[in-house]
């Protein structure tokens, strides 16, 4: 793949977000044979991917974040939320998902807490805005 900007991995299974390609599925159970076995193809640029139980998280840049239900073998979309700026990194702590956000078009980045107990029903629980101190720091 040209661009691989993050991974993750659930049992034998390696997610890469692959920027337009969405998130490549990969099974690495034989590392010396690894094929593709599928992929996820949100409509934003896949920036990166987190498994939480059987759901892949994925920063969907402007559509916000993706999820896909990884235990149906056609690993369909099940949910998104907008995260109002261009969804960048993702880390998970229990239910809390938590996304940087690049501003975009002039306005402020940020740090989205996003409430993951419900898969089907993410809710954005609190939003950080990232204001610098220094105007030579933006």
């Known amino acids: 793949y040209i661009h691989a900007y993050g991974i993750d991995r659930k049992d034998s299974l390696a997610f890469v ?3 337009n390609g969405g998130v490549q599925v990969i099974d690495i159970e034989s590392l010396s044979a690894p094929h593709h076995i599928g992929y ?3 409509n ?3 920036r990166d991917v987190k498994i939480h139980n059987n759901f892949a998280f994925i920063a969907a840049s402007e559509e916000g974040i993706v999820v896909a239900d990884i235990l149906d073998p056609s690993m369909p979309i ?3 939320i ?3 700026g261009i ?3 993702i880390q998970i702590v229990g239910n809390k998902l938590y996304v940087t956000d690049m501003s975009g078009e002039g306005q402020v ?3 989205n807490e996003i409430d993951i107990s419900d898969p089907h029903h993410p809710k954005l629980a609190r939003i950080v805005e990232l204001k610098p101190a220094r105007k ?3």
């Open 87 to 89: 969804a960048n990194r």
């Open 82 to 84: 907008d995260t109002l």
């Open 109 to 111: 980045s940020q740090i």
């Open 40 to 42: 996820i193809k949100p």
């Open 17 to 19: 977000a692959n920027g």
């Open 136 to 138: 030579d720091l933006v």
């Open 44 to 46: 934003g640029y896949a």
């Open 78 to 80: 099940v949910a998104q």
